[in-house]
């Protein structure tokens, strides 16, 4: 079969620009409203898109109240999801650095029953100062600790979820077996930071265990996608950033005896289509109007580890002293760094920064009519930058709508995406391979 094209829906409840919660053609729903989600999710479903995607947040909203804000549980939501969709895959984030492997792995383990094999976990390491203080810590983890935690968290989880076999399951009632407990082995999982004996008391899911997808970027990020990622999450200003992520971290899988093909990248993607390209960059213009200074202040703050800009004028052009060392930022040290290089090649000052970032913080933006963003779709997954894109419409549900309805069909004329769903899980919707029965071992040559 010819290689195609790999879709996720990113759902940001009104979209994915800072001023869409106030623009005309954003959804009204209330964001704790399951409808939205739903409608969504269908939208999406209905374009035979491979997931819908959730992020997540553990802090409660510091911006001023300028911003929609306030986010519902993503498993809890996922599992309500599930009942509302019938095909799409459901991926949903949660932290290793602020929770415990055997809940963890009961929840994900819960809702890939409940969907029929669709659960995906985006693994994250989660930093923020107020997190930290919310879960009783009082001194915050450091980048490389919260990589070493997180390879021992993913280890338990991994150990839990093949510790109970579905097979051990016989209910049968003639003889009056149930189970077969020679089958459903403890996990006895002992790690530094984490301890769990098992066995899970969820039997294994209808795909094995949910699918594993990660974010990270940077050189520790990539270690870790490269030994468990199935899907990764990728944020890239440009095509070829893109392309040498997407090669290394491909190349680094090998050396876990993974195939590339092991591994489906994912960049986001946050396109304003229009009818003409003139229209498209209008979508841009009034969603920057709608935009507060303060709300782009405070999530570079937030990027540079609390760092304060509010000192530079805002039409002045930004320098490399501007900024503090991105290398030494504990927050996300790829995604601070990617701002520093994008301000300085393009000589942005810090309104135009601001501007930039509040399209997709970091993530490559597009502008065009569908023919145009078909083609980049198209030219990145060509041209070694992607197997597919995490969709990221400006605008909820209208942009989504343009993207789902006029942009897919594009790409299914020139055979580049699916026009049904070939199976039921999350699984065979990414084309991966059936679950390996045990972890591979780096390749330390």
């Not at 109240?65 to 549980?73: D, H, N, R, T």
């Not at 963890?104 to 809702?111: D, E, K, T, V």
């Not at 899911?205 to 970027?217: K, M």
């Not at 930039?356 to 963003?373: D, M, N, S, V, Y």
Request: no cysteine; glycine share 10%.
């Amino acid at each position: 079969m010819t290689r195609q094209l790999h879709f996720n829906l990113f759902l940001m409840p009104r979209g994915h620009h800072e001023g869409a919660w106030r623009h005309p053609d954003s959804t009204r729903r209330a964001l704790t409203d399951l409808e939205l989600y739903v409608e969504a999710a269908r939208i999406a479903e209905a374009a035979k898109f491979d997931a819908v995607f959730l992020a997540d947040t553990l802090v409660a909203p510091n911006n001023g109240g300028l911003v929609a804000s306030g986010a519902m549980e993503p498993i809890t939501l996922l599992s309500a999801l599930a009942a509302r969709t019938d095909r799409i895959g459901l991926i949903g984030t949660a932290s290793t650095t602020y929770s415990l492997p055997y809940t963890h792995a009961r929840q994900f383990a819960s809702l890939d029953h409940l969907s029929g094999g669709r659960a995906g976990w985006n693994i994250v390491t989660s930093w923020a100062p107020q997190a930290g203080l919310n879960y009783g810590l009082e001194q915050d983890v450091g980048h490389g600790d919260r990589y070493a935690i997180a390879e021992e968290f993913v280890e338990a989880v991994d150990a839990l979820w093949r510790s109970f076999p579905s097979e051990a399951i016989h209910d049968n009632r003639e003889t009056g077996q149930y189970l077969d407990p020679s089958l459903i082995q403890p996990a006895n999982y002992n790690g530094k930071h984490y301890r769990t004996q098992g066995p899970l008391n969820v039997p294994s899911s209808p795909q094995g265990r949910p699918v594993y997808i990660q974010a990270g970027q940077s050189d520790s990020g990539r270690g870790f996608a490269a030994r468990w990622a199935e899907a990764i999450f990728t944020a890239h200003l440009g095509k070829e950033t893109a392309q040498s992520f997407y090669s290394d971290v491909k190349r680094r899988a090998v050396g876990y005896g993974r195939r590339p093909e092991d591994i489906v990248v994912l960049p986001g993607i946050s396109a304003a289509i229009g009818s003409t390209t003139h229209e498209a960059q209008q979508i841009w213009e009034e969603l920057d109007a709608l935009t507060s200074p303060q709300i782009g202040l405070a999530r570079l703050s937030a990027r540079f580890g609390g760092h304060d800009f509010s000192g530079i004028p805002l039409d002045r052009v930004l320098t490399r002293g501007d900024f503090p060392d991105p290398t030494q930022v504990e927050a996300s040290k790829s995604r601070a760094t990617g701002y520093v290089d994008l301000a300085l090649k393009e000589g942005l000052t810090l309104r135009g920064l601001l501007q930039k970032l509040a399209g997709a913080r970091g993530h490559f933006t597009a502008t065009g009519t569908p023919e145009q963003i078909a083609d980049i779709i198209e030219d990145w997954f060509r041209t070694g930058a992607a197997d597919g894109f995490n969709v990221m419409p400006p605008i909820v549900n209208k942009q989504l709508e343009v993207f789902a309805t006029e942009v897919v069909p594009i790409l299914r004329k020139r055979n580049l995406f699916r026009t049904e769903y070939e199976g039921r899980t999350l699984r065979s919707h990414f084309g991966l391979k059936p679950v390996e029965p045990k972890l591979p071992l780096a390749d330390t040559a």
